[in-house]
């Protein structure tokens, strides 16, 4: 197929550069950069792997550099040899990035239920962490790591678009999540609250043994572990605002558990609610059960149980310290998550992220965007809004979506589903007496996005660790689903995916996991990314996680995810995709220009 005439590329480049006031000798070279399929790994996993290295005190180990993973094909879904010279042919139809479980914390909050850590570490690890004080500082890391893999490594072509599914704000509170979504957009943020100029919290209290005390962890199982003494650690965490590159691109984004519900888990009473704000935070079971959890005293609950098993209703107070009281942790309710979206820049935008007008009138939390004119994506809201980590897809969802990838089948559009959970978690079905709506599980969503052959990737997370799946028909053909890890937990990764049209009747989904973009070994610098470098190797030894599984095996991580093209790519004209390219090579020199300014 032939490309744009030479005319219409000069006239093409002229307009978008006058449009987004960038130079236009620059951004005709770049997009003849695309055109060649120029591409330049800027440090992801195809160059190196970050792994765990030798023991360095305890059972304590620090992280090493390992050898770079290349794209392993997958045929799955194809079931049958691809086509020897696919490579020489392919031309890529959107490159785009794929953040999730970012986890923002306000490690200073009241609100937290850290030390329910101690009751059970299985059950409750998500409750602490020993890098909680450093999420701003990865997540900015992470960012930056896609701004720097804004080109493809593959192909050359620029990034379209970004997507992030859900647990962005950890524990429900609003600082937490206007801090990702500064982050996302390239805004300064400074990762503290509170008024005192000093760390509030457990990591900073020697009562705390339970938890990393980076100035004295002796004494409790961090220590016992090995973890180092760094004494500077909560100061730097604190001592200056982050200045994240924000995303290069468009970003979408849909509710994760942790989003709906406090840890993902419970429903938000007033009690909580007046102790996030409040001036004092627990560093006790007993304290917590007593404080956070006695709302829960007519529910029966598991929760509740527990407080009872503490003796809670001795009406004593224990383990509690005051700190200083902020108004601006408040709890949001669900509405907030979606209206804060529209609270954003226009650049790299879209205002709402996916949310629109529509979203907040009807109080309907899934949406629909296109993100070029032959790939559109529906972004779910698959958490249960009345308990519990795991999700379903409500029937109301199913039907809307069935419909749209009806209307996406006939136009010819490739689909992409985005949403928190993914079709291993999909089996909460817990609801309110009297609602009325029924909650589909995993094995009958998947059964549905099959009936439409333009499904082609399902991108989630919620589980942590990187995950690829086959989902396919009897008769040929499926779709991929796609999970990629978390910013909280280790390996600390990201990914990249890209579509690629093989022009020989098939398909290639690639998967590129990101490292954020921090040195593999940390000093003591105190900037971001040596912070951020810190964090992912805190948590490379956070034993209450399993770190190493949820790096996922080799064929989870970069991959080559072939099937069947589900109509005739050749309607996707080449001169349609230079034009495209080279408008989102216009906006990613934008990017570029306010990197500068």
């Known amino acids: 197929m032939a490309g744009l005439s030479r005319r219409r590329f000069v006239a093409g480049v002229g307009a978008l550069a006058a449009l987004w006031s960038i130079d236009p000798a620059k951004l005709g070279a770049a997009a003849q950069a695309s055109r060649a399929g120029v591409a330049d790994d ?13 023991v360095q005190s305890g059972s304590y180990r620090t992280l090493v550099e390992g050898q770079g993973e290349p794209y392993l094909p997958r045929l799955d879904v194809l079931r049958k040899a691809p086509g020897a010279d696919r490579a020489k042919a392919r031309r890529s139809l959107l490159y785009l990035g794929h953040l999730s479980d970012l986890h923002v914390i ?51 072509a620029p990034m379209g678009a970004a997507i992030v599914t859900g647990d962005s704000a950890d524990m429900h509170n609003m600082t937490e999540l206007r801090w990702y979504i500064d982050l996302m957009d390239g805004t300064s943020v400074l990762p503290s609250t509170g008024s005192s100029g000093t760390w509030e919290g457990v990591q900073a209290w020697a009562e705390a043994t339970w938890a990393y005390r980076p100035n004295d962890p002796t004494g409790g199982d961090f220590g016992d572990y090995g973890f180092p003494r760094l004494p500077d650690l909560l100061a730097q965490a604190m001592a200056q605002p982050v200045r994240s590159t924000g995303l290069p691109v468009p970003w979408y984004a849909v509710y994760g558990n942790h989003d709906t519900l406090m840890l993902g888990t419970f429903d938000v009473d007033a009690q909580w609610r007046a102790f996030a704000t409040g001036g004092q935070k627990s560093y006790s079971l007993e304290g917590t059960a ?3 959890l006695t709302g829960y005293a007519s529910t029966a609950s598991p929760l509740q149980r527990f407080a009872d098993a503490l003796g809670v209703q001795a009406g004593t107070r224990p383990g509690l310290k005051s700190v200083s009281a902020d108004p601006a942790r408040r709890l949001f309710e669900q509405r907030d998550f979606m209206v804060e979206h529209f609270a954003t820049l226009d650049r790299p935008g879209p205002v709402g992220h996916g949310f629109t007008q529509h979203n907040l009138d009807t109080g309907e939390t899934w949406w629909k965007a296109d993100l070029t004119s032959r790939i559109r994506a529906f972004g779910l809201d698959t958490c249960n809004q009345v308990a519990g980590p795991d999700g379903a897809v409500p ?26 959970h993914n079709s291993l978690t999909l089996e909460n079905r817990a609801q309110r007496p009297g609602e009325s709506d029924t909650l589909i599980g995993g094995e009958e969503f998947v059964a549905a996005l099959l009936e439409y052959p333009v499904v082609i990737g399902w991108l989630n997370g919620h589980t942590h660790l990187n995950q690829i799946l086959a989902h396919t028909r009897p008769d040929g053909g499926g779709f991929w689903e796609i999970t990629t890890a978390s910013c909280i937990d280790f390996p600390q990764q990201q990914q990249l995916v890209e579509i690629v049209d093989n022009r020989d009747g098939t398909l290639s989904l690639f998967t590129t996991v990101l490292d954020h973009a921090s040195p593999v070994t940390p000093g003591n610098s105190g900037s971001y990314l040596d912070l951020a470098s810190r964090s992912r190797e805190l948590a490379a030894n956070d034993w209450a996680e399993n770190p190493v599984m949820r790096r996922g095996s080799p064929l989870d991580r970069n991959t ?19 034009a495209q390219h080279t408008a989102e090579m216009a906006r990613l020199l934008d990017h570029e220009n306010r990197l500068g300014g």
């Open 42 to 54: 800027v440090g992801t996993t195809l160059d190196r792997t970050i792994l765990q290295g030798a």
């Open 106 to 156: 306000d490690a200073q909050s009241p609100g937290r239920i850290e030390p329910m850590i101690v009751q059970d570490h299985a059950a409750w690890g998500s409750a602490f962490h020993p890098q909680d004080p450093l999420t701003v500082h990865a997540t900015a890391a992470m960012v930056k790591s896609f701004s720097d893999a804004r080109i493809s490594p593959l192909t050359g």
């Open 290 to 292: 007593a404080t956070l």
């Open 395 to 420: 029937k109301v969802q199913l039907t809307w979506l069935r419909g749209e990838l009806a209307a996406a089948q006939a136009e010819g559009v490739l689909a992409l589903i985005f949403s928190h």
């Open 560 to 578: 080559e995810l072939l099937l069947p093209a589900p109509f005739d790519l050749s309607v996707i004209t080449d001169a349609a995709l230079e």
